[in-house]
């Protein structure tokens, strides 16, 4: 099973980042990139660290980096830095990584209110999350579970609130006052709905996947479609490349190589219809729960994509008015940060 807490946000940030501070001081920074971003001795290309989670798809690019090549061919070598969901924001803003596959433009705007300062660079993975319905229920659209059973994991996580904010905004749906809420953990909403003690579920891929396969089930509100009919075919990302504002100053060509790497291996898994992930070591690090899983999980990023490869001043521009919305809304965060959360490499370098 892929491990998705990343898609808890709000759930340990704060006071992940309070953390920093802590161990830190004011700066928040412990050095740390001499050794991994500058060239060695002997002319050897520098290491990027670039931390993600176990079984997650965010670092399916980053893989095809290093098995093909893409890393060297554009002047770095990339090295994977496995951490804890509960101290990724930490690994990042301490420099224990450099550049960062799992956070997002709400973890970088808690950490700019502390003093901590990072920015999100280009997307990675899509909104990959739903609401799920049994195939044969009556329920056609949201607001055919006004009143009904919804299982859920959490109000304060990112699955939930990101679900309930766009229900909100599209469909004028309430979560909190109009559905039964039923609180679960993650993997266990898919058997909730199978055994039929709920109506519905909000859950992140891939298990809502597995309630459409064990239910059978249907997707019954896909939040990244969904909201792309509005907005021009956008979507917020769910996880960004993030990285310190010191690295990118202290590195800029290097944090460009990156990015524009990382933008050809996502190319790469984009064209084999995000079928190589049938082939090692991509399937093995994967880890889903079967074969039948994995096949309906590559279907399924080949339909929404799952990976984004698209970044300009018009995404950062969306973006920005997401992150407006949500601290409106009081969702995740309080307020935006007063410096940019969101940046074009090439615009935030003067270049």
């Known amino acids: 099973m892929v491990s998705r807490q990343r898609f808890r946000p709000a759930a340990g940030v704060a006071a992940s980042v309070a953390l920093v501070l802590a161990a830190c001081g004011s700066n928040g920074q412990d050095g740390g990139t001499d050794a991994s971003a500058g060239a060695s001795d002997g002319g050897e ?88 319905v049994a195939e044969d229920s009556e329920y056609q659209e949201p ?19 990101i679900i309930c904010l766009m229900l909100k905004e599209l469909e004028d749906i309430d979560c909190f006052e109009d559905f039964d809420l039923r609180e679960a953990g993650p993997a266990a909403l898919p058997e909730l709905l199978a055994s039929g003690e709920v109506e519905a579920i909000f859950d992140y891929e891939p298990l809502a996947l597995r309630a459409v396969i064990e239910t059978p089930g249907r997707y019954l509100f896909e939040p990244a479609k969904a909201w792309a009919d509005r907005s ?19 590195n800029p060509d290097l944090a460009i190589a990156v990015r524009d790497a990382w933008a050809e291996a996502t190319q790469v898994v984009s064209d084999s219809n995000y079928e190589i992930l049938n082939e090692e070591p991509y399937k093995s690090f994967m880890a889903m729960g079967s074969d039948e899983e994995l096949a309906a999980f590559i279907d399924y990023c080949a339909d929404l994509p799952c990976l984004l490869n698209s970044w300009d001043q018009s995404d950062v521009d969306h973006t920005n008015e997401w992150l407006e919305l949500m601290a409106e809304n009081d969702v995740l965060i309080e307020e935006t940060a007063d410096e940019p959360v969101a940046v074009v490499l090439e615009d935030f370098l003067g270049r």
């Open 45 to 132: 290309l520098p290491v990027v660290r670039m931390q993600g989670l176990p079984a997650d798809p965010a670092a399916i690019p980053m893989l095809v980096m290093q098995e093909q090549g893409i890393d060297e061919a554009h002047g770095f070598k990339a090295e994977f830095v496995e951490v804890d969901p509960d101290a990724a924001a930490n690994t990042l803003l301490i420099g224990e990584s450099d550049v960062a596959m799992e956070q997002d433009a709400v973890t970088m705007t808690l950490a700019q209110q502390q003093d901590q300062a990072g920015v999100v660079f280009y997307p990675v993975l899509n909104t990959m999350m739903g609401v799920v």
């Open 232 to 250: 021009d075919g956008w979507s917020p990302p769910l996880t960004n490349l993030a990285a310190r504002v010191d690295w990118i100053e202290e």
């Open 143 to 161: 607001a055919d579970l006004v009143g009904q059973r919804v299982g859920h994991f959490g109000v304060d996580s990112g699955t939930t609130s």
